[in-house]
């Protein structure tokens, strides 16, 4: 029983070094996207229109 005390000790202790990395990217501006604006101007999302000949 004493071993599941040991386990679920470790796991709190992972689980808040990953959170305390996430934030910690957060507050760096690792998920900042500086590349996706300056693109999509040139990205065409519409389709043109069909027309028929006549």
């Known amino acids: 029983m004493s071993a ?3 386990l679920i000790t470790i796991s709190f202790i992972v ?3 990953f ?4 934030i910690w990217s ?3 501006g690792q998920y900042d ?3 996706s604006p300056s693109v999509r101007m040139l990205k065409d999302d ?3 229109s069909q ?3 006549q």
């Open 4 to 6: 599941i005390y040991i």
């Open 33 to 35: 996207d500086d590349y």
């Open 15 to 17: 689980a808040i070094g």
């Open 26 to 28: 957060i507050k760096n």
């Open 19 to 22: 959170l305390v990395a996430f």
């Open 51 to 53: 027309r028929s000949k």
């Open 46 to 48: 519409t389709k043109p």
